[in-house]
């Protein structure tokens, strides 16, 4: 069974709605993260969560918030999608007692904004 | 700059050795690491080099480091059309506990 699950794999959805991207983990991992992946961009960093009280911005929070329900949950959401929110959404966990900070990716979902 | 830099494409025969480079930013950067993202997957560590080592081979895989100019590279040895992917490098950097990723190195292996 996968450590890192993400629901749904793939979204289509309307300029404007409310969308949200679950992320659930079994690695026991304090540490989660959001990321987006857009051709010829790479990885760009949401949000990160490094305990279920702590939230933190990254490079382009603007348009998403997160929830940590729990250690093992973090969930992303886009209060109002618009088109160039169009990408692959990754969730991913890691260990603060880990000393390489290795990261552990989900599938991915594939969000597409009409 | 800021960015991690890779080249976004190799293309080699299978059988030939492929060696994806990579700059990084931070002289202070502890860790560095080569993901590697299959087809519909996400991304899965495929090896890392401490900042205090020059060399790490692993089977058919060999990373170099060269602190000096800031670079960093993946060698892999027989290259098969099953390590047709995306190949990320990241650092971590100085202060940070989050890897800085690059754009990635999509590696076509072709017959």
């Known amino acids: 069974d996968a450590d890192v699950t993400q629901t749904p794999r793939n979204r289509i959805t309307k300029t404007g709605k409310r969308i949200m991207l679950e992320c659930s983990q079994t690695?026991?991992?304090?540490?989660m993260y959001w990321y987006r992946q857009d051709p010829g961009l790479g990885l760009r960093l949401i949000y990160y969560?490094?305990?279920?009280?702590?939230?933190n911005k990254g490079e382009i929070s603007d348009g998403y918030s997160v929830s940590r329900q729990a250690q093992a949950k973090f969930s992303l959401s886009l209060e109002s999608a618009i088109p160039n929110q169009t990408a692959l959404y990754f969730c991913?966990?890691?260990?603060?007692?880990?000393?390489?900070?290795?990261?552990?990716f989900g599938p991915g979902t594939r969000l597409t904004v009409l | 700059g800021e960015d991690v830099e890779q080249s976004l494409f190799l293309s080699v025969r299978e059988g030939d050795s492929s060696v994806i480079n990579c700059t990084y930013t931070?002289?202070?950067?502890?860790?560095l690491y080569w993901y590697k993202q299959e087809p519909g997957a996400g991304l899965q560590l495929l090896t890392y080099?401490?900042?205090?080592?020059d060399m790490k081979q692993d089977q058919r895989l060999t990373v170099l480091l060269n602190k000096k100019d800031k670079h960093l590279s993946l060698r892999i040895a027989d290259t098969q059309t099953g390590d047709s992917a995306i190949y990320f490098c990241?650092?971590?950097?100085?202060?940070?506990?989050?890897?800085?990723f690059g754009r990635g190195t999509s590696l076509i292996v072709h017959p």
């Open positions: 969560s490094f305990d279920v009280k702590d939230i």
């Open positions: 991913a966990t890691s260990d603060t007692g880990s000393s390489t900070d290795t990261q552990y």
């Open positions: 931070d002289s202070s950067s502890t860790y």
């Open positions: 690695k026991g991992h304090d540490r």
């Open positions: 080099i401490f900042s205090n080592m």
């Open positions: 990241a650092e971590r950097r100085g202060g940070s506990y989050i890897p800085t």
